[in-house]
């Protein structure tokens, strides 16, 4: 089946820019991450949805990133008024369920470079 | 959060067997070893679990000896296609845990296969 999408691929944006970023999650499941992922370094936690409720934004590094899940599916991911130290690739997963521990399947990610 | 200590980076040879260790000497009771394995541009993809002794998939081996204190992946008859950034990864997966769900990625080690 298909896996997690995220859209777009590839974002350049000028410093002071609003973006969005898309993930399709793999239908039926529960759970949603975002993670930032700067070059050479691991990805790190961003936020966390379980269904369309906001259960964990503790990696949210600041009030200009702000993330959504209405439906309790698609999520979008938006940075207002980006800085260059925002770039970086912004990856999503999901699991099944809401269990600890459960596979996270990742998305291909969304390379941003702020300029 | 336990903290894993792993390799840089690796070099390896076609066809041979390669061993990754972790260290994570604050290993809690509760806490299960995972590795994730990533490929350039795309997001990180699961690999192994284990809690204690040997797992074996049809991808790798976890070995975590008595202390748990570390862990080693291997990875039998390693091709091109292997190169890769290894992570592993600690965390508490019980089902009464009621904290993050979220991965704690470190830097992870890359394996560079060479023909």
């Known amino acids: 089946g298909a896996g997690v999408s995220q859209s777009p691929r590839y974002k350049v944006a000028k410093r002071g820019q609003d973006v969005a970023l898309r993930c399709d999650p793999i239908s039926g499941h529960v759970s949603l991450f975002w993670y930032q992922q700067a070059l050479g370094q691991g990805p790190e936690f961003l936020t966390y949805?379980?269904?369309?409720?906001?259960?964990?934004k503790s990696g949210l590094p600041s009030d200009r990133f702000f993330a959504e899940r209405p439906e309790g599916s698609v999520s979008t991911l938006k940075i207002q008024r980006t800085q260059q130290e925002d770039s970086a690739v912004y990856l999503c997963?999901?699991?099944?369920?809401?269990?600890?521990?459960?596979?996270?399947?990742f998305g291909p990610g969304t390379r941003l470079l702020v300029l | 959060l336990a903290k894993t200590t792993q390799p840089i980076s690796m070099d390896s040879y076609e066809g041979q067997e390669v061993n990754i260790t972790c260290s994570h000497n604050n290993i809690a009771t509760n806490d299960y070893i995972t590795w994730y394995q990533q490929f350039p541009s795309q997001g990180p993809r699961f690999i192994i679990q284990?809690?204690?002794t040997k797992v074996t998939n049809e991808v790798a081996s976890l070995f975590i000896p008595a202390d748990r204190k570390s862990s080693t992946l291997s990875l039998p008859r390693v091709s091109l296609s292997d190169t890769a950034v290894y992570y592993c990864l600690v965390g508490d997966i019980s089902t009464g845990n009621t904290g993050r769900r979220a991965l704690t990625f470190g830097s992870g080690t890359r394996l560079q296969v060479q023909p």
């Open positions: 997963a999901s699991s099944l369920g809401a269990s600890p521990g459960e596979t996270q399947y």
């Open positions: 949805f379980q269904n369309e409720a906001q259960l964990d």
């Open positions: 284990g809690y204690k």
